[in-house]
């Protein structure tokens, strides 16, 4: 009794109690994020939810009723197969999905892509705070991933036709596709500019040209982005991703941190000037267009991955340029930075990477991200700015408000975007060489012949980025033409055609009047691509000869991501196009040949004799200080 009434006992409570509460306080401030306790709940009239009041004021109100953890989960780029438990999606808050190319719905039709895209969405609408996720693809020549959808040329030969209007409409087509499929959110256009050709991803740029990529990449944003006019609501289309932020295609050769590549996903010399004159420059466009998202390369700056350069990312391109979207990063481009995924997270946010295109693991980065704003390693402050830029783009799509735009799936692949394509295709075409005007072949012509690995190889026409990342060999997209079928279709009736792959015509004495070489690479996407020697295989070279003995007159057809080395056979050839990768519409080819549309496509990018030319500066200076094969913008009419 007495020692439950001495001074000893009552100190020792106290004490107790004290200790008690320290430890609690502690247990609450590690374990259960800050604001976690308090969730405020936003009334049903929130300034948030009236579509009449500023995007600004919007964001705003909704930012105050989150969470922590909900403003880290909006950060979240998770790729779809990666999202085990669907009901993460609602739980988790997840900000952002992407299908990584080739990850596609079990039904890979338009209905099953919007089913696919419709669930996820309407489960992210679940989460407390209902805050509708966005779907990215990389439709990056068309919506490329379905295999009956209109699949455009790749941007390089885009490029070559450097006509603004054409890939503005191109652009728009391609998000009409999109949105039918309920997707708002393309990672293009490339803004990438290669000054070497043995990289595996030249194809995916409009040019080396900084002021002609400006002029497409702005059309191309245009294209996506801007409302019909007549249209009920106001917002944004379907979201572009101008990619990759920067210097990307000023890689030196050798310098790729991937032990598989050599180029893709390399350093580029840190030079101030260049990063002044050329590689701002396409940016400074589309933000002017109202870019509202930038994907961060995954190439080094000097010995800087970009995606950790707080120069570039914050003080460059937001600083400087006034960048008001959000920086995105490339697939798991932040996790490149350093061994340490915590470490690496923690570069990559303060140095103004808003949204992480993680792909795979997200409740580790939610937690990482978590315990460095406890820790005061992450400023909350960055947060907020990140999870605001991500907002402000979510309310400039309208997503939260009912009237998104509908687009029938009749779209896809409709005749009036396969005529668009078949248009983009002709004018693409650049003619090398015409000599004796070969070209227009007329349609009273007797006899041709017809060889090479692309003339009948849809696959090959179409390239990577297409139903598969890497592209799939062969004849095997429904409802394309191959260039061979183009020409059938297109030639006289009284013509005949024969057509062997590797030029084994039957040995009868006689002929042709014109053999047509269709020639070029296999598919190949990023640094699968990177090749010491751009050249065309054996198979295709003998079967020119072939066709060289067989007929008159040869015209050959380069149907490749890239330039070619072709100076040792160049003058047994009587005329040359450079098709690129002209997608589903191989007719556009033969519209050319037969000269039902003129030949009007220039060179995006010099063509070069050899590798010791490599890389070609902006001045169309050679390494070894050569003339190159043709200059940048050479084209015959
Ligand atoms: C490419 C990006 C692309 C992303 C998502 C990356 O490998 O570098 O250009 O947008 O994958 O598919």
């Known amino acids: 009794m007495l020692f439950f009434n001495s001074r000893l006992f009552y100190v020792g409570m106290v004490s107790f109690v004290l200790i008690l509460v320290l430890i609690l306080s502690m247990w609450v401030r590690y374990t259960i994020p800050e604001h976690m306790d308090v969730?405020?709940?936003?009334?049903?009239?929130?300034?948030?939810?009236?579509?009449?009041?500023?995007?600004?004021?919007?964001?705003?109100?909704?930012?105050?009723?989150?969470?922590?953890?909900?403003?880290?989960?909006?950060?979240?780029?998770?790729?779809?197969?990666?999202?085990?438990?669907?009901?993460?999606?609602?739980?988790?808050?997840?900000?952002?999905?992407?299908?990584?190319?080739?990850?596609?719905?079990?039904?890979?039709?338009?209905?099953?892509?919007?089913?696919?895209?419709?669930?996820?969405?309407?489960?992210?609408?679940?989460?407390?705070?209902?805050?509708?996720?966005?779907?990215?693809?990389?439709?990056?020549?068309?919506?490329?991933?379905?295999?009956?959808?209109?699949?455009?040329?790749?941007?390089?030969?885009?490029?070559?036709?450097?006509?603004?209007?054409?890939?503005?409409?191109?652009a728009r087509a391609t998000a009409e596709e999109l949105v039918a499929t309920g997707i708002r959110w393309s990672f293009s256009p490339t803004l990438d500019m290669p000054r070497d050709i043995r990289w595996g991803r030249t194809y995916e740029t409009f040019s080396d040209d900084p002021v002609l990529v400006g002029k497409l990449g702005t059309a191309y944003i245009n294209g996506l982005q801007k409302e019909k006019a007549g249209s009920s609501t106001s917002s944004i289309f379907v979201m572009g991703t101008p990619k990759h932020f920067v210097g990307i295609g000023g890689m030196q050769w050798g310098s790729s941190s991937n032990k598989d590549f050599k180029i893709d996903q390399g350093t580029t010399y840190p030079d101030e000037a260049k990063l002044r004159e050329e590689y701002l420059f396409p940016f400074t466009k589309v933000i002017d267009a109202g870019a509202l998202s930038i994907m961060i390369g995954l190439n080094s700056w000097g010995d800087t991955k970009l995606s950790a350069s707080s120069y570039l990312v914050t003080n460059v391109l937001k600083g400087?340029?006034?960048?008001?979207?959000?920086?995105?990063?490339?697939?798991?481009?932040?996790?490149?930075?350093?061994?340490?995924?915590?470490?690496?997270?923690?570069?990559?946010?303060?140095?103004?990477?808003?949204?992480?295109?993680?792909?795979?693991?997200?409740?580790?980065?939610?937690?990482?991200v978590l315990h460095a704003v406890q820790n005061g390693d992450i400023a909350e402050s960055r947060i907020d700015d990140a999870v605001r830029?991500?907002?402000?783009?979510?309310?400039?799509?309208?997503?939260?408000?009912?009237?998104?735009?509908?687009?029938?799936?009749?779209?896809?692949?409709?005749?009036?975007?396969?005529?668009?394509?078949?248009?983009?295709?002709?004018?693409?075409?650049?003619?090398?060489?015409?000599?004796?005007?070969?070209?227009?072949?007329?349609?009273?012509?007797?006899?041709?012949?017809?060889?090479?690995?692309?003339?009948?190889?849809?696959?090959?026409?179409?390239?990577?980025?297409?139903?598969?990342?890497?592209?799939?060999?062969?004849?095997?997209?429904?409802?394309?033409?191959?260039?061979?079928?183009?020409?059938?279709?297109?030639?006289?009736?009284?013509?005949?055609?024969?057509?062997?792959?590797?030029?084994?015509?039957?040995?009868?004495?006689?002929?042709?009047?014109?053999?047509?070489?269709?020639?070029?690479?296999?598919?190949?996407?990023?640094?699968?691509?990177?090749?010491?020697?751009p050249i065309l295989s054996i198979e295709d070279r003998e079967a020119i000869k072939k066709l060289r003995a067989t007929s008159k007159k040869v015209v050959v057809i380069i149907v490749s991501g890239r330039p070619l080395f072709v100076t040792n056979e160049i003058a047994s050839w009587d005329a040359v196009v450079a098709a690129w990768l002209p997608g589903s519409e191989g007719e556009g080819v033969a519209d050319g040949l037969f000269g039902d549309t003129p030949f009007v496509g220039t060179l995006p990018l010099p063509w070069p004799h050899h590798t010791e030319q490599l890389p070609i500066m902006r001045d169309g200076r050679t390494a070894d200080k050569t003339s190159v094969l043709f200059p940048r913008f050479f084209g015959l009419r």
Do not use: C
Not at 337 to 359: C, E, F, Q, R, W
Not at 475 to 481: E, I, Q
């Open 39 to 170: 969730p405020s709940i936003p009334p049903s009239n929130a300034l948030y939810k009236n579509t009449k009041i500023p995007i600004e004021v919007r964001v705003q109100d909704l930012l105050s009723y989150m969470t922590l953890n909900e403003k880290i989960e909006q950060m979240v780029l998770v790729e779809k197969n990666s999202v085990h438990n669907l009901d993460d999606i609602t739980s988790y808050g997840l900000g952002a999905m992407l299908s990584g190319f080739g990850a596609k719905p079990t039904d890979n039709t338009g209905i099953g892509w919007n089913t696919m895209v419709t669930d996820f969405v309407m489960r992210s609408e679940k989460s407390r705070l209902g805050i509708p996720l966005f779907y990215g693809v990389d439709a990056i020549h068309g919506h490329s991933n379905i295999a009956n959808a209109t699949i455009f040329p790749h941007f390089i030969g885009l490029g070559a036709t450097g006509n603004v209007k054409l890939v503005e409409d191109v």
């Open 320 to 368: 400087e340029l006034g960048f008001k979207g959000f920086a995105v990063s490339d697939w798991y481009g932040v996790y490149e930075i350093s061994k340490s995924k915590y470490d690496s997270t923690v570069s990559a946010i303060n140095a103004g990477i808003d949204m992480v295109m993680l792909p795979f693991d997200y409740s580790t980065f939610v937690g990482n």
């Open 389 to 533: 830029r991500i907002l402000r783009a979510k309310f400039a799509l309208g997503l939260f408000d009912a009237q998104s735009p509908h687009v029938s799936l009749d779209v896809i692949g409709s005749a009036e975007h396969r005529a668009l394509a078949r248009d983009a295709v002709a004018q693409s075409l650049v003619l090398l060489k015409n000599e004796n005007a070969v070209l227009p072949i007329a349609t009273t012509t007797r006899f041709i012949r017809v060889a090479g690995s692309t003339a009948d190889n849809i696959g090959r026409q179409a390239g990577a980025w297409t139903v598969e990342w890497q592209g799939i060999d062969g004849n095997w997209l429904p409802n394309a033409t191959s260039i061979l079928a183009g020409i059938r279709a297109r030639a006289g009736s009284t013509t005949r055609i024969a057509y062997d792959e590797l030029g084994n015509f039957a040995d009868d004495g006689e002929i042709a009047d014109i053999g047509i070489a269709i020639v070029g690479e296999k598919p190949y996407a990023e640094g699968w691509g990177d090749t010491a020697y």
